[in-house]
């Protein structure tokens, strides 16, 4: 028996962070480069003069970039061409920022539809994120709907149950966070996200990643080809997978090879 509950270098957990709208980040991005964990921002805009674009590469450089449409428009009430360009005009400019394609996605307003689904997908991305709490810590079974653990607000509560029993089976495996940085105003607001840094960071059962490399890692482990008696594996992707076998063994397949055990 194959399960896929485990993670690069055979960590059991995850735990990501996922912040919109863009409008002050640094002070959030440096909270996290100081905890050596990773966030996704998913940001707004079509046009950046260089020196921003510049700046805003070099803010983000840990993290990963995304999009939220160029004018936080809400999807669901737009024709399915203002939301191709939307999302379009929102790429051209991040990829400027980043250098490296932005595939991803949070609906702004936490507002979508099948439709806006397919729209999304025509423009290229490949996951987006709602705002729909589950308080749990299940991953998504479609990406194009992922909903996150909880908001920042609710995430304290949840960290000492998330971080006890790292290698129970009987556990979810991400802890998903998302927010606005303008959302922390006070010192108590501060206060409040650094003692939940505090708890999840550090841990060397825990992977940190991005929004994208969870998704990236995900497919890849979810388009393993398994002989039937499960000794042979062969890794098409271009992503290092971990699989566990009979709930014991860990078992490494590096991108584009075949390992027997
Ligand atoms: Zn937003």
């Not at 191709?84 to 932005?102: C, F, Q, S």
Request: contains cysteine; glycine residues 6%.
């Amino acid at each position: 028996m194959i399960q896929y509950n485990i993670f690069p270098e055979g960590k059991k957990r995850i735990v990501t962070f996922s912040y919109d709208d863009g409008r002050c980040d640094e002070p959030l991005v440096e909270l996290f480069n100081r905890y050596n964990v990773k966030a996704t921002f998913h940001l707004n805009g079509s046009e950046m003069d260089e020196e921003e674009l510049l700046e805003k590469r070099k803010l983000y450089s840990k993290h990963e970039i995304s999009c939220h449409t160029a004018r936080h428009g809400w999807p669901s009430r737009m024709p399915l061409q203002s939301v191709v360009g939307e999302v379009l005009t929102n790429r051209l400019m991040l990829e400027k920022m980043a250098l490296y394609p932005v595939v991803g996605m949070s609906y702004p307003s936490g507002s979508y539809s099948e439709a806006v689904i397919e729209a999304m997908k025509a423009s290229g991305i490949v996951y987006s994120r709602t705002i729909k709490n589950t308080m749990g810590f299940e991953l998504p079974d479609n990406f194009m709907e992922w909903h996150p653990t909880c908001h920042h607000n609710q995430a304290l509560k949840l960290c000492d149950g998330f971080i006890r029993d790292l290698d129970s089976q009987w556990r979810g495996s991400l802890f998903y966070i998302w927010g606005h940085s303008h959302e922390f105003k006070t010192e108590d607001d501060w206060n409040m996200m650094t003692l939940i840094l505090e708890k999840l960071s550090g841990n060397n059962k825990i992977w940190y990643a991005t929004n994208y490399e969870i998704y990236r890692y995900i497919n890849a482990q979810r388009s393993l080809v398994i002989s039937a008696d499960e000794n042979v594996f062969y890794n098409p992707s271009s992503t290092d997978v971990w699989v566990e076998k009979d709930k014991a063994l860990i078992i490494h397949i590096p991108a584009g090879k075949t390992v027997t055990i």
